[in-house]
């Protein structure tokens, strides 16, 4: 359960990441990497965030919190503030990190320390918001490197990278099962994808990966790591792009099983058994 305050950053009150969620997958953008990619907030332990810029120059980001929604089709779309609603708004409020701002010179690594200051009402339930980390722009750099435009303007084009990962605190007794319908193959000339029903009971997110075989073959025909469905969403469609040859060798019998984060065990959350044509 989470506690009802959490009054400093202190260190014995934070673990690594490695700790928290091990193996901890790593996500890029730019030249930002960041691990890990997801973080669980359930017991009165916090957690901490590792960036590293693989870049050749030092670059600043800026730490901030998002909220965001999942659509039927899995994306996410952002919340704006005056939209959020009490159990969005509650995230915000009880989430607590720490530097909001990093210049980080390359190849060294920084910490984000994450701590939870949940109310003492708090209801069970799960609670979510996304951590965004994108760059500041060197101003310099942008004043000496203007385009010139046909009307005779200049001005300077420069990519704000940012990588977003979600932060999730859990609070009570809390469980979710889901099941798999109607698996299925679609193709729009040279593009492919494997398509299929995902339905969420429960009052938790399911997270996992999705893996797809054909009886007497040792290897999996697909691997799809990283799919979820979140509590706002009681069903969503999941799409993977497939390769031509993936795509043939799906034809037939298949098994589809969707298996929960290996580094929390990797059981099967659900399984179906299709036929795709």
Known sequence: MVPNALRRFCAPIFITAALLLAPAPAVASG??????TRIILDGARGAEIVLNNVGDAPATYRVSLELKRMQADGSLEEVVPELATPAE????DMLVYSPRRVTLPPNQPQTIRIGVRAPADLPDGEYRAHMLFRAVPDAIAVAAAPTEVASGVAIALTPIYGVTIPIIVRQGSLSASAAIANPRLESDGDEHRLMFDLTR????SVYGEVIVSRQGVAQPILVARGIAIYPER?????????????????????????????SRGGATIAEVSAVLR
């Open 89 to 92: 708004r509650a995230m915000i």
């Open 201 to 204: 009971a429960g009052n938790r």
């Open 31 to 36: 030249d930002l990497l960041v691990a890990p």
């Open 234 to 262: 009681d069903a969503r469609v999941v799409t993977l792009p497939l390769s031509a040859e993936q795509a043939a060798a799906l034809h037939g019998p298949v098994t589809v099983r969707y298996i929960e984060d290996r």
